[in-house]
Nanobody, 120 residues
Framework: QVQLVESGGGSVQAGGSLRLSCVVS????????MGWFRQAPGKEREGVAG???????KFADSVKGRFAISRASTRNTVYLQMNSLKPEDTAMYYC???????????????WGQGTQVTVS
C-alpha cells in the first residue's frame, strides 16, 4: 500500500504563489510517474501536471508557464510550484500515482486526500 499526503494549500491573492507538497510513504515508489490533479466545485477533475521517471514533465495548457512539478527523491516528495495564480486556479488539488506517458493524466490507483487552494 502506498500513501500520499498533500500539504501546502491555502488562500492567496491573484498573482501570488503556493508550493504544494506530496509525501509518498514508500520510498521505492517516489521515482514512479506522479501527477497533480485538481477539481473545482461543479467541474470535472482535470490533470494539471505530470512527472515521468526521468524527471521530464507535462502540463495542462491552462497552467503552462506558471506551474512547475518536481521531485525530491531523498525526501520522498513531489512538489507543485504554482506561480501567477488566478482565481480560476481555485480547486482542491490532489497528488496521485499516474500511468506513465498518458495525457490527459490517468491515475494508477493511489491518491492523496487533497489540499485546498483558493485564489481571490
Amino acid at each position: 500500500q502506498v500513501q500520499l499526503v498533500e500539504s501546502g494549500g491555502g488562500s492567496v491573492q491573484a498573482g501570488g504563489s503556493l508550493r504544494l507538497s506530496c509525501v509518498v510513504s514508500r520510498f521505492t515508489y517516489i521515482n514512479n510517474c506522479m501527477g497533480w490533479f485538481r477539481q473545482a466545485p461543479g467541474k470535472e477533475r482535470e490533470g494539471v501536471a505530470g512527472i515521468r521517471r526521468d524527471g521530464s514533465a507535462k502540463f495542462a495548457d491552462s497552467v503552462k508557464g506558471r506551474f512547475a512539478i518536481s521531485r525530491a527523491s531523498t525526501r520522498n516528495t513531489v512538489y507543485l510550484q504554482m506561480n501567477s495564480l488566478k482565481p480560476e486556479d481555485t480547486a482542491m488539488y490532489y497528488c496521485a500515482s499516474v500511468i506513465c506517458d498518458n495525457w490527459p493524466l490517468v491515475d494508477s490507483g493511489y491518491w492523496g486526500q487533497g489540499t485546498q487552494v483558493t485564489v481571490s
